[in-house]
């Protein structure tokens, strides 16, 4: 066989805070697509965008068909023949579909860019895909999916010969995927090498020749995708069968009713939810990317101002106007995005634990240090924070860590509900072992928790029940006796 | 008290105290002495009380209010209109002065009243800033290049563009030379230190404090934790309109009178004064003793440009100079410490990786 399209020779990627690829070896054939998977924070994006020049690798080399490449630049890897299409759209919104497509060599007439050499270019490009969209208008203003058109011809017009798709279905319709998968088969015919970064199952097993299996950061195995089998790959990916782990929660009977949303709406977010959650229980909600968990929450915690609909906090009717009123009516929630809404990655661990709870430990507005120090210190014995101390930045935690701070600290404004969004996203496996039992020991200290998560065991495994969104409406209530991988996969993508 | 002095000199503060003392040294070695007119002594021309405490002196009104600026721009934002805000805090509060006839009233009397009036009309210029950058939602660098000249073109009219002087019994106070050798002045310095202290309190050991330091450092997760994101705002700015009207006060009283053109330039001055004292710009990071520092530094240049006999004119050049210097070396502080926090996790995660593999062995 000739020479590999792609050769991974040991990469190495630390963060701040985590070490995301962690000598990873492996090749991806020319003219195959080769699926990339793993849980969520396995490394794959993070090993997409070393392909692609985003991010240089601390060490370890990188061969393009043989020869062995160091990109300082997304532009220096276009040059070799390395395209990227983004989980997020990494184009100008504000600029027209023709700017765009020629956005890294914008044709000249002296000075000034020619229009016309622009917009042929851009024709060009698009028909070279089978794609055909109105060139003049803002980026912005297209679908996702058609965005994302634009950027595939962005690579290949440039003469990319591998491309490396990351996540590309996560925001887009069924049809719209599977036009995508179509493009990508067209792509393959034509030589084009893609790297298909995804976690969904069904498209691996229809698209995909080979796939490769990372967990931790690190590389579990590469093997042709004919003969092997969706448990197995599961298996992988997971790195242990699932065990029979019955949470101790579920001994208890749930208590009263703390939480009770009816007809809860938000305009383009979700529609219509309406559940009930009650003490000592820990509620499920799974979803695809964009069903509009994380709008739910949101909005349950006073963020959308849109949100219309009836809320009941432990039998009263509540008008949520923003966080603050949620936290004294006892709700809190853990944020997706810990780096965004979790954290002051400038202050230290303990400030971050204490940050909605301040003036309990102050008088007058005078916070008592002292006070202070040893209500952190409790919250870090109980969850396990490994810190050098209260005063370490929270910047310098690994991710595990930092989720434990964000947890810490909604356990330390004492509420009754929790809401936990992705409590386990990017959270090695140690740690998240770890938060499982707290969010265990929660349920059976009589709080009600809603827990959102993509990773199916994870609620399969802690659920007293478990909610399924879809498009965002709620669609299902599986009781945990029923709640398989798969019914939970059915309910979420929508096949009967 | 040994703890605060080590959590003055030690770390933070200690490569900034190092640069002022090394600058100091070199200037008092190279300016040599200077004999006094009167006495016949031979004194430094650097290191002498007069020289020493007219650097300080120079300094206060502009630290005083760095001490705001350095609440503002920890919060994320910036204030443009201390020096606007300055000039009309002194002229208004010398006209109501004048209008209230308080120069005849008992000395006490008249210096409270002046401080009140100074401090009151700084107090709602900063209050107005804040009115507006959270009410209606526009970047603060916006709405106080606005309201910079809005102030100063209201303190030029008012004033009719003359100065107005202020009563006797205030300048005797904030020239008053306490019981030192009476040509020793060290109101604005001791004001300087209170105020600083006062803000260093503020910042560090209040709830306030925490959640200015939360808002600069990520509004959005501030706001996820329940923190009144428009309060905390209205409170830096008003505080630091507060503290320009005490400079104001202190500058009016202290010459002898106010007028529309006092302050120009002075927002430069203290926004330079928290950068160079390591205030980060991108909010969250820094405190009022660099500030404080920050302005040490730059009135000792330009009082070393004086002794050193440069042209004046130089000053803009050095003071400019400076603060490129030391944004670029506060800089480099971060990524050292970026790249030692990044390390310290990988380190910390392969031990508790291998803590696991033990445990489960």
């Known amino acids: 066989m000739a020479e590999p399209a792609v050769r991974f020779e040991g990469l190495v990627k630390r963060f701040p805070g985590a070490l995301a690829v962690d000598g990873v070896s492996f090749e991806v054939a020319a003219g195959t697509v080769h699926a990339l998977c793993g849980e969520n924070g396995a490394g794959k994006s993070t090993l997409g965008k070393i392909l692609a020049g985003i991010l240089a690798p601390d060490a370890g080399t990188l061969r393009l068909f043989g020869r062995p490449v160091r990109f300082g630049s997304p532009r220096d890897a276009l040059a070799a023949g390395v395209g990227m299409v983004h989980q997020e759209l990494a184009f100008c919104e504000n600029l027209s579909v023709a700017e765009n497509l020629c956005l890294e060599d914008l044709p000249r007439r002296g000075p000034f860019v020619s229009r016309a050499r622009m917009r042929e270019r851009a024709r060009e490009r698009l028909a070279a895909i089978g794609a055909e969209l109105d060139l003049d208008r803002p980026l912005g203003e297209l679908s996702v999916g058609r965005q994302q058109l634009v950027q595939i011809a962005a690579a290949v017009g440039s003469g990319a010969r591998v491309i490396v798709f990351d996540e590309p279905s996560s925001s887009l319709s069924r049809h719209e995927t599977e036009r995508l998968l179509e493009l990508l088969r067209a792509l393959r015919a034509r030589g084009v090498t893609s790297l298909y970064v995804s976690h969904r199952m069904d498209e691996i097993f229809e698209l995909c020749d080979a796939v490769t299996v990372l967990r931790d950061g690190r590389h579990v195995e590469t093997r042709p995708v004919a003969g092997l089998g969706e448990a197995e790959l599961v298996r992988l990916m997971i790195g242990r069968p699932l065990d029979a782990y019955v949470p101790a929660h579920l001994r208890a009977e749930p208590g009263a009713e703390r939480l009770r949303v009816e007809n809860f709406s938000s305009p383009g977010r979700f529609e219509d939810a309406c559940f009930s959650l009650r003490a000592g229980e820990v509620l499920g909600l799974a979803g695809l990317v964009g069903a509009g968990r994380t709008e739910l929450a949101q909005a349950l915690f006073g963020l959308d101002s849109y949100a219309r609909g009836r809320v009941q906090v432990d039998g009263r009717e509540a008008a949520i106007g923003d966080p603050a009123q949620a936290m004294r009516l006892g709700l809190g929630l853990a944020p997706e995005d810990r780096k965004r809404h979790g954290l002051v990655l400038s202050m230290s661990a303990g400030a971050n634990v204490t940050l909605p709870t301040l003036r309990q430990d102050a008088a007058w507005g005078w916070v008592r240090a002292g006070r202070e120090r040893e209500r952190v210190r409790g919250f870090f014995e109980r969850l396990r924070v490994r810190a050098p101390g209260p005063e370490f930045p929270a910047a310098g935690l690994s991710g595990g860590n930092q989720q434990k701070l964000v947890l810490a600290k909604w356990l330390a404004a004492a509420c009754g509900v929790l809401i936990l969004d992705e409590p386990t996203r990017g959270v090695d496996v140690g740690a998240k072992a770890e938060i499982h039992a707290l969010i265990d020991g929660l349920a059976r200290e009589g709080r009600a928790v809603l827990l959102i998560s993509s990773e199916l065991p994870e609620l399969v495994k802690l659920c007293t029940r478990i909610l399924v969104m879809r498009a965002g409406r709620l669609v299902a209530d599986v009781p945990r006796a029923e709640a398989t991988q798969e019914t939970l996969l059915r309910h979420m993508a929508g096949v009967a | ?361």
């Not at chain 2, 205030?170 to 009476?182: I, N």
């Not at chain 2, 507060?242 to 053109?261: D, K, P, V």
């Open chain 2, 1 to 361: 008290m040994p703890r605060l002095l080590q959590k003055l000199f030690h770390g933070q503060f200690a490569g900034l105290a190092l640069v002022i003392v090394a600058l100091g040294a070199g200037v008092a070695l190279y300016a040599g002495p200077l004999r006094d007119p009167f006495t016949g002594a031979e004194r430094n021309r650097l290191l002498n009380a007069h020289t020493l405490l007219d650097t300080a002196t120079n300094a206060s009104f502009f630290a005083i209010m760095a001490v705001g600026a350095t609440m503002v721009i920890v919060s994320g934002g910036i204030d443009l209109s201390v020096g606007a805000t300055y000039a009309l805090a002194g002229v208004g509060g010398a006209l109501v002065f004048r209008a209230l006839e308080a120069q005849a009233w008992p000395p006490a009397a008249a210096v409270l009243c002046g401080l009140l009036l100074g401090a009151g009309i700084g107090f709602a210029c900063g209050l107005l800033n804040g009115l507006l950058i959270v009410g209606l939602n526009i970047h603060p660098f916006i709405v106080t290049l606005g309201t910079m000249w809005l102030y100063r073109g209201i303190a030029s009219v008012v004033s009719e563009s003359s100065t107005i002087l202020v009563g006797q019994a205030l300048t005797e106070a904030t020239k008053s030379s306490l019981g030192l050798s009476g040509s020793l002045r060290p109101v604005p310095l001791l004001a300087m230190l209170l105020v600083t202290l006062l803000g260093a309190l503020y910042l560090n050991k209040t709830v306030w404090g925490r959640h200015v330091y939360a808002v600069g450092g990520n509004a959005e997760a501030a706001r996820f934790a329940g923190l009144r994101i428009g309060r905390v705002k209205l409170a830096v700015y008003a505080l630091s309109g507060l503290t320009a009207g005490l400079a104001a006060f202190l500058g009016s009283s202290y010459y002898g009178g106010a007028s529309s053109a006092d302050g120009d330039g002075y927002e430069l001055f203290v926004i330079a004064s928290a950068v160079v004292g390591g205030v980060s710009l991108s909010g969250g990071r820094g405190g009022v003793f660099g500030a404080l520092l920050g302005a040490v530094l730059i009135a000792l240049l330009r009082q070393s440009i004086v002794i050193l006999n440069y042209r004046s004119q130089y000053e803009w050049i050095i003071v400019g100079a400076a603060i490129i210097i030391a944004a670029y070396l506060d800089q480099l502080k971060l990524r050292l410490s970026a790249r030692r926090l990044a390390e310290h996790a990988v380190a910390a995660r392969v031990s508790g990786a291998a803590k696991e593999t033990e445990s489960g062995t």
